[in-house]
């Protein structure tokens, strides 16, 4: 069992910034990959970023590309997602989530553990 728990978020002005951050509790941390997915009301959950076990491999959502960061302290049992020159359509709940074989997942059915999000609004 692992247990997520999200901070960081807030109210932002367009081209602003902000960093989330994911605690884990429980098993062992740098045994899950771990990603970070969103979603507005009446829409589904998207894929953001996923950081595989050791933080030498990433991969983006193209919306994300270029303006957000994801990096993992395993020391910490913490994952971070740093976002830049956020834009209001960014607006959305942000989860995290652990994913327990390792890979580079974009799929939200491959993720086992989740936190509870934190929301992300970003005025124009």
């Known amino acids: 069992q692992v247990q997520l728990v999200e901070s960081g978020g807030g109210l932002v002005q367009a081209g602003g910034s902000l960093r989330l951050s994911c605690t884990a509790s429980?098993?062992?941390?740098?045994?899950?990959?771990m990603g970070w997915f969103r979603q507005c009301p009446g829409k589904e959950r998207e894929f953001v970023a996923t950081?595989?076990?050791?933080?030498?491999?990433?991969t983006y959502a193209d919306s994300a590309k270029g303006r957000f960061t994801i990096s993992r302290d395993n020391a910490k049992n913490t994952v971070y997602l740093q976002m830049n020159s956020l834009k209001p359509e960014d607006t959305a709940v942000y989860y995290c989530?652990?994913?327990?074989?390792?890979?580079?997942?974009?799929?939200?059915?491959?993720?086992?553990?989740w936190g509870q999000g934190t929301q992300v609004t970003v005025s124009s």
């Open positions: 429980g098993r062992i941390f740098s045994s899950y990959a």
């Open positions: 989530a652990a994913e327990p074989y390792g890979g580079l997942a974009t799929m939200p059915s491959r993720y086992t553990y």
């Open positions: 950081i595989n076990r050791s933080g030498s491999m990433t």
